[in-house]
């Protein structure tokens, strides 16, 4: 339903407003920190340091051994139903919990889940935060959403160190991103920071490093 | 070298002694001082209170007067602002070409009297003497308009006798802003308050400062609150010396 | 105490409405508080981050430049929204964008909907039209919560509810919420909004939410939260309205690398706020299926044609002039009369009202420019003030009241005595003389009337000295001409 004679005066006062304006997108200044100076190791602990600041839990591990990390954190956890997207990698659904993946799952079903299991898109260490791109590894937003933990596991290689590199790697726009900084947070009442009002309140995240 | 004076409307008439501090310091310093008698007002009361109209003349008469003048000096950081900021701006909507250059030339050489000093004369230690406690409020204006920053610290730091103490929130305007003392005198009067408190925490005889408005101001609620804390513009600080420690007050 | 009136058309001028909060202690330490706390964690992260200053530079080009060419951007946002699946309406003011959401809402047959704090919707007073339509508007944020349920305002645009303590919550959750054990602390407060709401994100069909940014290139939308309610409300309902000002579109998904690291430095003093979610129209699947964005003028437009005024809507919402204000630290944002507040608000609010209303807010400022220091995005808050001033002064100039005005009467009479060296030196004489009448034995004057009276407050004044300096400057060169002869 659009009012097109609402559209077309609103783009006419703007043209008449914007009348003699002409400057160019390349021009802009971008004189900031595009790139950072850390090296692998240095953006991975950075990220961790990052991360724990926020009071998620972190451990790293080599990628060989992330599904005894998975177990174990799981384990950890205290608990046993969770959902996962339909193409989270096979092995990482370990025995010894209940697994329920998200194949149209209605809110109700996802709500007696009392975890999620994702993949993530990037981590970037400035800030630390985890990227998801809902795609493969990460299922639709509501799976990560609602459950109250979130295991997230993040390849050692797909973390960078500055919020610029981040978008510099993405080849395209996503048509959709979330992007974690931490658990869900007010300072609304007297400014006395509480922890998870609304989605999980327990992030944990495993970092993979591919080369051990 | 040769300087005139602009002493500003509001110090001619409240603040002379200022006007006297300055004439005094600078000739000690060997300045061959002048006073153009045609002088007003710089226009900021009018231009920030919204009688822009109003402003455009007194801006005119002021670069008129001082085209061929050889330097301005002018003890208040508000003015300078005035004229550093909004002149410009002024002289391009009245459209006067020839004004708007007259007064880019005269630009370079308006300072405000911490700047001349440290920047023009390159003097710090002018041979002051003021056995003092003294605390320091950093006008707005000079603060954030002039980067004045640590220019009138290394001044009073050279005042023989002078017993600095910081003042805590230093940026944090004392609520004077012009018409805004009036307009809004209660709001005014709550941020005053804040700043009276911080002053007094520091156990200073005296509070300086590089304007006389924002002194007018914390020195008008002194007054009626009869505090032991008293006013002094650092040029009075500054014109004082052993032999004539009265700060150019008589 | 009954609810501050946030409508510039009704409210009361600056000076009036910031008495009674004046005389509040309670309000200003919470608002003393809350600026603190932000500012401190803001200050350390600016001293932190070596490239802020090319921050501010790059997001203040950047929203310029979107606004230089905001047809071409809001176009290619509209194009690229519509491709993925969203639709696009378009609302000339806030009457129009009102019932457009009405509209869309009875389509829906909508009875409620749960809303993410936008001051847009506040600035159209939507909550009012619904509840008038029949529609029960939730909000979910936290503080949006305590104020709804409060029959409060909002009094800061970040941290709306900062004026309101722990105790003043509790009661307020106890009585709406029906929980007369409820305990005072934080922890147990959080805990029960957080129980009330969860039953409404997952019952609710239709949401409507704001934005921060409006990205052209993919026609995508961005909003950055902290409590996780806007991924609640953007992710599970059915259908999403999202009404957003034509100011918050930008270029393209780069440019947030830029505004992103400003926006919650300056707003909350993080690195990244917890969450940011961004999404194109509909993803089959996965969220709202029918998505809806409002685009609102209401005065945008004009204020985007004038010269000094433009640079207001670079605004991205953060409220650190808020923060840094020493006007606002005493009164807190309800004295604006608008949900917007401090210096933002008092440039925005009575340009949004075409300069009809709000125009004591430009006057609500001692200039001392701090705002400007610390705006992610440059915006110099004090000339806008400035020429808004310029503008209310010519609308008294049309006025015969003026003449009664005794500021009008005072400033005329300045400019006729500073337009001459003669004249100047009569008035000096003229007001030495005249305040001889109210001055004490002390030198000094306690009480004058009228406008004086506003000074004297608080505040004594000095006498006019016997010698204006410029007298001294006179007889010292008479009496050095006399010793040359």
Not at chain 1, 56 to 64: I, M, R, Y
Not at chain 2, 68 to 90: F, H, K, N
Not at chain 3, 181 to 191: C, I, N, Q, V, Y
Not at chain 3, 272 to 296: E, K
Request: neutral net charge; glycine residues 8%.
């Amino acid at each position: 339903m659009t009012d097109t004679s609402a559209r077309h005066a609103i783009l006419e006062r703007i043209q008449n407003a914007t009348r003699s304006d002409q400057n160019v997108y390349a021009a802009l200044p971008r004189d900031y920190v595009q790139r950072g100076s850390l090296d692998a190791r240095g953006r991975q602990e950075l990220m961790m340091e990052r991360l724990r600041e926020y009071g998620a839990n972190v451990v790293e591990c080599p990628a060989g051994d992330v599904q005894a990390t998975i177990a174990h954190q799981l384990r950890l956890s205290g608990r046993h139903v969770f959902v996962v997207p339909p193409d989270l990698p096979g092995d990482w659904l370990v025995d010894g919990f209940s697994w329920k993946v998200d194949n149209h799952l209605s809110y109700e079903e996802i709500e007696q889940c009392e975890g999620v299991v994702t993949g993530a898109s990037a981590g970037i260490a400035d800030s630390g935060t985890i990227v998801l791109h809902h795609k493969e590894t990460e299922g639709r937003r509501v799976i990560s959403l609602l459950p109250d933990f979130h295991l997230c596991i993040l390849g050692a290689s797909q973390i960078v160190e500055t919020l610029p590199e981040y978008f510099a790697r993405c080849p395209e726009p996503p048509s959709l991103a979330t992007l974690i900084s931490g658990p869900s947070a007010t300072a609304d009442i007297e400014m006395t920071r509480i922890k998870g009002v609304h989605g999980p309140r327990f992030l944990s995240v495993i970092i993979a490093r591919e080369n051990g | 070298m040769r300087a005139s004076l602009f002493i500003t409307c509001y110090n001619d008439t409240l603040f002379p002694e200022t006007g006297r501090a300055v004439v005094r310091i600078l000739e000690r310093l060997g300045v061959e001082i002048d006073f153009l008698p045609a002088q007003t007002c710089c226009g900021q009361m009018h231009a920030n209170t919204g009688f822009r109209a109003e402003a455009f003349s007194q801006a005119k008469r002021f670069v008129q007067l001082y085209r061929d003048t050889e330097c301005v000096v002018i003890p208040s950081t508000s003015c300078v602002a005035m004229i550093r900021d909004q002149y410009s701006g002024l002289f391009e909507e009245l459209g006067n070409e020839d004004l708007r250059k007259h007064f880019a030339a005269l630009l370079p050489r308006v300072y405000e009297l911490s700047e001349f000093l440290t920047d023009k004369l390159n003097v710090e230690d002018v041979g002051a003497y003021f056995p003092h406690r003294v605390t320091y409020h950093a006008s707005c204006h000079g603060l954030r308009g002039l980067h004045v920053g640590d220019r009138p610290f290394r001044l009073l730091s050279k005042v023989r006798g002078l017993e600095l103490v910081p003042l805590a929130n230093l940026e944090r305007c004392c609520g004077f802003g012009g018409t805004f003392s009036v307009k809004n005198a209660e709001v005014s009067t709550a941020m005053l308050e804040a700043k009276l408190g911080d002053l007094l925490a520091t156990g200073a005889e005296y509070c300086t400062a590089l304007d006389n408005s924002c002194l007018m101001h914390l020195g008008g609620a002194l007054h009626r609150q009869n505090r032991k804390l008293e006013t002094i513009h650092l040029a009075g600080i500054l014109a004082s010396t052993k032999e004539q420690p009265d700060g150019a007050t008589t | 105490m009954s609810a501050p009136i946030m409508d510039p058309r009704i409210a009361p001028p600056f000076p009036a409405a910031a008495l009674p909060i004046l005389q509040n202690a309670q309000l200003r330490k919470n608002v003393a508080h809350a600026t603190d706390v932000i500012q401190a964690k803001r200050n350390f992260l600016v001293s932190e981050k070596r490239d802020w200053q090319q921050l501010r530079t790059a997001a203040a080009a950047i929203r310029a430049h979107s606004l230089a060419n905001l047809g071409t951007y809001l176009e290619q946002f509209e194009g690229r929204c519509t491709a993925a699946g969203g639709t696009v309406h378009w609302a000339r003011d806030a009457a129009e964008a009102r019932s457009i959401i009405i509209a869309i809402l009875r389509e829906e047959n909508a009875t409620e909907v749960i809303k993410i704090k936008t001051m847009t919707s506040a600035e159209i007073q939507l909550n009012p039209a619904l509840e008038a339509a029949g529609i029960h508007a939730i909000e979910t944020d936290l503080a949006e919560l305590i104020l709804q349920l409060g029959e409060d305002e909002g009094s800061h645009i970040v941290v709306p509810a900062l004026h309101v303590n722990r105790r003043q919550v509790r009661e307020i959750f106890a009585r709406r919420m029906d929980l007369p054990e409820l305990a005072d602390d934080p922890e147990a407060l959080t805990a029960a909004a957080r129980a009330y709401l969860r039953r409404k994100f997952l019952s609710v069909p239709t949401a409507i939410s704001g934005a921060n940014f409006l990205i052209a290139e993919n026609g995508s939308v961005a909003i950055v939260e902290s409590e996780g309610n806007g991924r609640m409300c953007l992710t599970l309902p059915r259908t999403l309205i999202t009404l957003a000002g034509i100011e918050k579109v930008v270029p393209r998904f780069q440019d947030l690398e830029v505004l992103l690291q400003v926006l919650a430095r300056s707003a909350t003093g993080e690195r990244m706020n917890p969450y940011t979610s961004l999404w194109s129209g509909v993803t089959p699947g996965d969220g709202p299926q029918r998505f809806h964005v409002v685009l609102l003028d209401n005065g945008r437009s004009e204020i985007l044609g004038r010269k000094v005024e433009r640079q207001t809507l670079q605004c991205i919402r953060c409220a650190a002039c808020l923060n840094t204000c020493p006007v606002y630290r005493q009164t807190g944002g309800h004295a604006y009369g608008s949900p917007y507040a401090g210096p933002i608000g008092a440039i925005l609010t009575p340009q949004l009202e075409h300069m009809q209303h709000g125009q004591s807010l430009p006057y609500a400022s001692s200039l001392c420019g701090a705002c400007y220091e610390v705006c992610p995005v440059k915006i110099n808050i004090p000339e806008v003030l400035i020429e808004l001033r310029a503008q209310v002064v010519n609308q008294e100039r049309a006025q015969a009241a003026r003449w009664f005005d005794p500021m009008f009467l005072g400033m005329k009479a300045a400019n006729f005595a500073f337009a001459g060296a003669g004249r100047f030196r009569i008035a000096q004489k003229l007001g030495r003389l005249g305040l001889r009448f109210f001055t004490g034995k002390d030198g000094w004057i306690h009480r004058l009337p009228s406008i004086g009276g506003r000074w004297t407050i608080s505040r004594d004044l000095r006498a006019f000295p016997d010698q204006s300096f410029r007298e001294w400057w006179s007889a010292r060169e008479t009496d050095r001409s006399k010793e040359t002869k």
